[in-house]
């Protein structure tokens, strides 16, 4: 599920960004978690980049017309003219330990300096809601190597001719 609702919040930031006098749009993780087709339903890399195939290709609504229910569900979209967006790869977080390899998309919301620690981290938001971390939210240290075994594949969408 996490890529679902990393995916309609990275689209909902674009369109924030391209509209910055506007409200920021909940768009409908649920709409992507019934309709888009992948092989396994798991938060990998390729769940993310289907995500943003589809809602290139087919739009996406708002939560309020297509509430979230945190199962897959039929896939109930319509077909209408939407915004359109560009984006690169996904984003992921893959957090890779000695026994286990732990794959969870999260959405990058900034970066920030804690001259307490002094250390550069950024600033997330995680998919399980409003208990975890602070509100929703956590940092994640910014380290130029990958001995810490944090990988980043990142993404932003691009948003072209829309207006909310």
């Known amino acids: 599920m996490c890529w679902a609702i990393v995916a309609a919040e990275a689209v909902a930031a674009g369109l ?6 506007k409200d920021l749009l909940e768009l ?29 290709s087919y739009g996406i609504r708002k939560e309020e017309e297509y509430p979230f229910k945190a199962r897959k569900c039929p896939c109930r979209h319509k077909t209408e003219e939407q915004g359109i967006y ?12 000695k026994k ?30 409003k208990d975890w971390g602070v509100h929703g939210y956590g940092r994640v240290a910014r380290k130029s190597s990958l001995k810490s075994n944090l990988i980043f594949r990142t993404c932003y969408p691009i948003v072209l001719n829309y207006s909310i």
């Open 86 to 97: 560009e984006g690169s790869e996904e984003l992921d977080l893959i957090l890779q330990g």
């Open 28 to 56: 409908s993780a649920q709409e992507l978690l019934d309709c888009c087709k992948e092989e396994e339903r798991k938060c990998y890399t390729y769940s993310i980049k289907k995500a943003l195939e589809w809602i290139k």
């Open 16 to 21: 924030k960004a391209k509209n910055p006098d």
């Open 100 to 129: 286990k390899a732990y794959r969870h998309a999260i959405l990058i919301v900034g970066f920030g300096y804690d001259e307490k620690e002094d250390k550069n981290y950024w600033i997330i938001k995680n998919s399980y809601g």
